[in-house]
Structure formats: C-alpha cells, structure tokens
C-alpha cells in the first residue's frame, strides 16, 4: 500500500513548496511595499510571478508598483494579466479602473479610457469610482453637464468621498455657477479638512464674486497645509485686492522664492508694484510675466507701460 501512495506524495510535494515559495514572495513583496521599498517590493513580486505565472492578485500587485514607479505602461500589462486570469469580479473592476485611469491621466487616450470605464459599468452599474472617473473623462472632453450628472451619481452612491464634490465644484466653476462650486468646494473641505486644493478653489471662486477676505482666509488655509508657490500668489492677489499692498508684496516674492518660474506671481508683483508707484519695476515685472506665458499681462503692459 505504502508503494502505491509514496509516489503520490512525491509527484504533489514540489508544486506545494512551490505554491508556498511564491505566496512567501507575494507577502514579502507587500511589506516591502508598505515600508515604501517599492523597487524591493517589485522584484519580489517578478520572483512569485516566476514561480506562479497565472496568479492574477500578485499581477495586479505588481501593476500597482508599476504605477508608483510611473512605469505605467508595464503597469497596464500587469492589470491585462490580472484580468485574464482573475475570476474575481471586484479585482477585475479595479484592474480596468486603473488601466482607464492611465488611459485618462497620462497618455490622454480619452476614448478607450470611456469604453473601459463603460465596460465597468456595464458589469456594476453602482460602481461609484467609475462613475466619478467617467465624470472626469467628460469633464476633459468639455461635456460639462454631463460630468455633472455622473459626479452626482458618484456622490448619491458614495456621499463620504470629497473628490467628485470637488471636481463637481470644478465643473460648476466653468458653467459660472460660482455659487454651487463654492457649495462643493465647501462640502469637500467638511469631509477632508486638509484638501488644499479645494481651499485653493473655492478661494477663486470667492474672487469671482469680490469675497477677497473670504479668498484671502481661504489661500491661508492652502498655504498652511501645503507651502505651495501658487497659494502664496493667490493671497497676494487677493490682499492686492484688498488694499494690503506691502503684505500682498511679501507674498508675491514667496511665490517666486518657492517658483521661480511662476508667471503669475510675476504679474501679480507687478501690479502691486504699480500700485506702491514703482512704474519702471512693475512695467518689467508685466513683461516677465508676458514673456514666460501670462498673456494677460500685455493689457497691462500697454495700459500703465507707455513711456517705458
């Protein structure tokens, strides 16, 4: 009896060492990543591959690596590898999120990221994040009103993300519905109270409507989470609007401190320049300003640079 079972023991036992080297492979690879080892973490997941090559969560790991490391078309291979083998639904809907996501974000292809995003939503209709993703890709394709609704469906399934509040705010703010961006501006700040960009946001809106104290709370807000060039700029701007010229100056030169290359502050500098009767400074300032691409500061230059 012996004789009979030990070759089957002998033929199984390397497939179960190598099932548990490569699981050994995977789970290294995962805390690599989460230490932020991610070059560590790639090459144990390429190990677990070699030894289980149809294994779709360990490609799709892989995948997500590939994205950190902004090798994003590997990272689209991993995610087509995941899906032909994967009899998981969520892993599957995850997988073509984040090919669409590529589609949208890096190379621009705005069409198959529609028809993936599509495909998800065939598959789950109540699949919030492909409803927001949608949202964006309608938003880059200038069907404003359309983004709208897919952002509203988007926060209807899932009310406690502040991204579509945001870019719902965004859209909105193109439509010059300044009112209801500030709303979701708003909305987006109640549920994550470090979103800068939103703050950043809804202080343009705030401008829109001549709320410069509003605007100038909300770029000190941006700036105190993130020491951004372009939240310094804007507050300028908005203590320029205000009156607060030797303050909105200091301002101005931080933005340019932190970005040299930030035409806006040029601008911005430039008019309070004028204001403080420095004409021959701010006549050079429009002119950087015009030079490096803020075509608006022509109306200036021709407006207060006559003589210079």
Known sequence: MMKQILPFLLFFLPMLVQAQSASDYHTQGIEAYEKGKHEEAM??????????????????????????????EEGIQDFKQALEYSDDVELSKQALLNIAFVQRNVTQDLKNAMDNVNYILQIDSSYSRAHYLRGLILYDMRKLEEAIS?????????????????????????LDRIQGAIQD???????????SRAYNNRGFARLKIEDYEGAK???????????????YNNRGFAKYKLGDYKSAKMDCEK????????????HYLGLIE????????????FKKAFSMG???????????????
Request: proline share 4%; net charge negative; aromatic share 12%.
């Open 43 to 72: 090459e144990l997941f390429s190990k677990a591959l070699e030894i289980k090559n149809d294994d779709a969560v360990i490609y799709y790991d892989r995948g997500i690596i590939h994205l950190n490391l902004e090798k994003f």
């Open 217 to 231: 709370k909300d770029f000190g807000a941006a700036i105190r989470i993130n020491n951004d060039a372009y939240s």
């Open 150 to 174: 897919n952002f509203d469906r988007a926060i209807e399934l899932d009310p406690t993300n502040p991204d579509p509040y945001y870019d719902r705010g965004l859209s909105k703010r193109k």
């Open 274 to 285: 004028y204001e403080l009767g420095d004409t021959e400074k701010a006549c050079k300032l």
């Open 255 to 266: 933005s340019i401190e932190l970005d040299p290359n930030n035409s806006w502050a040029y």
């Open 185 to 195: 501006y708003s909305k987006a700040i109640e549920l994550d109270p470090l979103y």
């Open 294 to 308: 803020k075509l608006d500061a022509k109306a200036d230059i021709e407006e207060k640079c006559q003589t210079n």
